[in-house]
C-alpha cells in the first residue's frame, strides 16, 4: 500500500531513511538524521534564494504557476476584481472570510478613523530633501511610526496587534501622498473620511484648492481593481522579508518597513519604467514584429514579461488588460496601449515567448494604466506597495498566532579555508 513517505538512500554508508511526506512536502528538519557518523553534521538542503522550499504554512493565499491560479481565502483573483472592493477584500485577507454588511462597515470606520497621521510626523516628512524618492520617504515614515506607538512592542497582545494593523493601513496612503506633495511643492492635503478608501487616497494626493474634492469614478474603479490585485501574492520578497523581521519579535511597523524596503529594492531593474521604455521604443504596433525578432536574435527576456512563478499568463496581467481598455474609452487614450496590445497579441502566438513562459506579468499594463492616468513614474512603486501592506499584516498576523512559528535561521554552507594558526602582523606575507 502505498505510504505518504519518502525513502532515502545514502549512497555514502548504505543506510535507508524513511522521510514523512505532509501537504507535498517533507520537514527538512529530518534531513538532519542523514550523517556519516554519529559526530557527523546531519544533512541540509541548498536551495538558493529558497525557490524551493517553504519556510510557512498560510491560509491567506493559494497560486498555482502552471495553470495561472490566483486565490484569497478560496476566492479567484477574478471574482474578487470583478465583484469585491479594496476594503473588502482586505478584510478577507486579514481575517479569513469576506464581510457582511456591519462587519464591512466597522472595518471601514475603524480605518477612516485613523487616517490622521500625527503632527510630528508631519514635521519628520518635511526634513527630507525636496526631491526625495517617495518610497524612500515612505519605507522610513513608516517605520517612524513605531516611535509614535510603542505598545506596538506588545506583539502578544492581540488586541494590541489589531490597533496597529489598522493604523498602519489607514495611514499609509496619507504617508504616501504628503511624500508626493513634498516633492511637487504641494501643501499637505488632509484625509476625507467621508470617501473611500480608494476615492480619500486620490483627494490626499490630487486635492488643490476646492472646498471639496470628488475624484472621477472611473479613475476610483480603475485603482480599486489595482489595490486588489496586489494585496497579497504569496510569499514574495517582500512579504518572507515581513515574515523574517517579524519573527524576531519586530514591531508590525519595522518589519512593514523592511518589507517596503524588499518591494522598493527590485524595481531599480525591474520597474515600470523600463516597460514604459521599451514600448516607446518600439513606437506603433506596425513595429512590434520586428521587435520581436529582436528579442528571438538576442536570447533576451524583455520588460514586463515572464514571472517567476507564472508558467502561464499572469491572471492579474490578465485583468488589467481588460481594465485598460475599459478604462481608456473614457480617458484619453495612450498611444502606448496600442503598442502594448498588438505585443501582447504576438508573443502569446510566437513559439520562443511561450516556450519560454514569456508571457505577460501584472507590471506590463499596470504601467500603461497609471502613466495613462497622470501618475508620475517615481509613485508607481509607491502604489503597488500601499495596497501590499494588509497583505504583510496579514501574514505578520498569521505568524504571530503559529505556535510553531520560529526567529528565522537559515544554515548556510561554509566554503571558506580550514582551521589555520594567527599569525603576527610582521610574520604575515
Not at 502505498?2 to 511526506?21: C, H, P, S
Not at 553534521?41 to 502552471?66: K, M, W
Amino acid at each position: 500500500m502505498a505510504k505518504d513517505t519518502l525513502t532515502v538512500t545514502d549512497n555514502r554508508t548504505g543506510r535507508t531513511y524513511e522521510l514523512a511526506i505532509s501537504n507535498g512536502a517533507i520537514d527538512a528538519g529530518d534531513l538532519a538524521q542523514i550523517r556519516v557518523s554519529p559526530a557527523a553534521a546531519g544533512l541540509v538542503s541548498f536551495d538558493p534564494a529558497l525557490r524551493n522550499t517553504a519556510t510557512c504554512r498560510s491560509a491567506i493565499t493559494y497560486q498555482e504557476g502552471g495553470t495561472g491560479t490566483l486565490w484569497h481565502g478560496g476566492y479567484s483573483i477574478e471574482e474578487l476584481a470583478k465583484h469585491s472592493t479594496y476594503l473588502e477584500v482586505a478584510y478577507l485577507i486579514f481575517h479569513g472570510e469576506l464581510p457582511n454588511t456591519k462587519q464591512l462597515a466597522e472595518w471601514q470606520k475603524s480605518i477612516a478613523d485613523n487616517y490622521l497621521i500625527h503632527t510630528k510626523l508631519a514635521r519628520f516628512l518635511e526634513g527630507f530633501q525636496h526631491d526625495a524618492h517617495p518610497m524612500g520617504v515612505l519605507v522610513s515614515s513608516v517605520a517612524a511610526l513605531s516611535t509614535l506607538f510603542p505598545e506596538a512592542s506588545q506583539i502578544h497582545d492581540p488586541a494590541v496587534r489589531y490597533r496597529q494593523v489598522i493604523r498602519l493601513i489607514a495611514q499609509v496612503p496619507t504617508l504616501a501622498a504628503f511624500a508626493h506633495r513634498l516633492r511637487v511643492g504641494m501643501p499637505f492635503a488632509y484625509p476625507n473620511p467621508e470617501l473611500s478608501y480608494v476615492g480619500n487616497f486620490l483627494n490626499l494626493m490630487f486635492r488643490m484648492t476646492e472646498l471639496e474634492y470628488h475624484p472621477d469614478p472611473i479613475v476610483e474603479r480603475a485603482l480599486d481593481v489595482l489595490f486588489i490585485l496586489h494585496a497579497d501574492h504569496g510569499q514574495a520578497c517582500s512579504t518572507t522579508t515581513m515574515r523574517c523581521v517579524g519573527s524576531a519579535k519586530t514591531d508590525p511597523y519595522c518589519a512593514a518597513a523592511a518589507a517596503a524596503a524588499a518591494l522598493y529594492g527590485r524595481f531599480h531593474d525591474e520597474g515600470f519604467e523600463s516597460v514604459l521604455d521599451m514600448l516607446a521604443g518600439i513606437g506603433s504596433p506596425a513595429n512590434v514584429g520586428q521587435f520581436i525578432e529582436h528579442v528571438k536574435s538576442k536570447n533576451i527576456e524583455p520588460p514586463g514579461f515572464g514571472h517567476r512563478l507564472y508558467q502561464t499568463y499572469d491572471p492579474r496581467a490578465r485583468i488589467l488588460r481588460s481594465l485598460a481598455e475599459e478604462l481608456f474609452k473614457t480617458l484619453p487614450r495612450p498611444k502606448l496601449l496600442d503598442v502594448a496590445l498588438s505585443l501582447d497579441d504576438a508573443a502569446c502566438k510566437d513559439p520562443y515567448f511561450t516556450g519560454h513562459a514569456l508571457y505577460p506579468i501584472v507590471d506590463y499594463y499596470e504601467a500603461v494604466i497609471y502613466d495613462g492616468i497622470g501618475f508620475a513614474r517615481e509613485l508607481f512603486p509607491v502604489l503597488f506597495a500601499i495596497p501590499r501592506f494588509i497583505g504583510w499584516a496579514a501574514q505578520w498576523e498569521e505568524m504571530m498566532r503559529d505556535p510553531t512559528a520560529r526567529t528565522f535561521r537559515p544554515r548556510q554552507i561554509y566554503t571558506g579555508p580550514a582551521q589555520r594558526r594567527y599569525a603576527p602582523i610582521d610574520q604575515r606575507p
